[in-house]
């Protein structure tokens, strides 16, 4: 990577936040955090992430409802987003990709994977990008 890709993390807890920092950081990725969809809508005003990071299960308006909303805004509708969740049944996947996530990425979350994981979500989505 030349430049380094900006990731955005929502979630509200600061351990997930510190542990994907510790992983992704490493990897040559340039990293913000959000911890509510409030932060995430300010953040998103002044940066624009090669990638969204989103948990589920945010205070206030969730994971998904939030991804949502940004699929519906011009600045934000193109950047793609993965869904961060414990939960690992077939319908909350499934929702996760009805929301408009590209993909998701199961709690807790696996410190060796993750950086590849990110690579193929990023490599999919400037796919999605040659292809629209």
Not at 84 to 104: E, Y
Request: net charge negative.
């Amino acid at each position: 990577m030349s430049e380094p890709h900006l990731i955005l993390i929502v979630d509200d807890d600061a351990s997930n936040q510190l542990l994907v920092r510790s992983v992704l950081e490493p990897a040559g990725y340039s990293l913000e955090v959000a911890s509510t969809a409030n932060q995430t809508l300010e953040r998103l005003k002044t940066v624009k992430p090669a990638l969204i990071l989103m948990d589920v299960e945010l205070p206030g308006k969730d994971g998904l409802s939030l991804t949502r909303l940004l699929k519906t805004m011009s600045p934000t509708t193109r950047i793609p987003v993965v869904a961060m969740t414990s939960h690992t049944s077939l319908q909350w996947r499934q929702d996760a990709l009805d929301a408009g996530c590209i993909g998701f990425i199961s709690k807790p979350i696996d410190v060796h994977t993750l950086p590849v994981r990110i690579a193929e979500f990023l490599a999919v989505a400037r796919e999605q990008e040659r292809s629209s």
